[in-house]
């Protein structure tokens, strides 16, 4: 994909009507809007981590409390490696944080915006 957008004269003739005459200004304005690549990589990182079934079911426990992996164990009916991956996602999203404490390890929500994210997502309405 080119990083410039190139339009031949007839698209900017309909875009000049469309735009109010203002076309590059506004195609200008419009590219300016994409996030870094930085906050790209971020959003997508989240929004995967939350694609899952599991994952969204681990975040709805924490959202009650802090949980070793063997209590998330319960919650999903899974073995021990597949909860530990599904953490992992949620952790390198930066979804969920994580104590040990002996040979325990302790998840919890890292930050609220993790549960505006996912009562936003709730309150929307499909179809």
Known sequence: MSDSLSLDEETYETLDRLCCGETEAHVESLRGLQPDDGAAETQQAVFKALANEDRLRLLAALRECECCVCELQVVLDAPQSTVATHLRK????????????GKWSYYRIADTAALEILDLAASMETG
């Open 90 to 101: 949620l952790k390198d999203a930066g979804l969920i944080k994580s104590r040990k404490k």
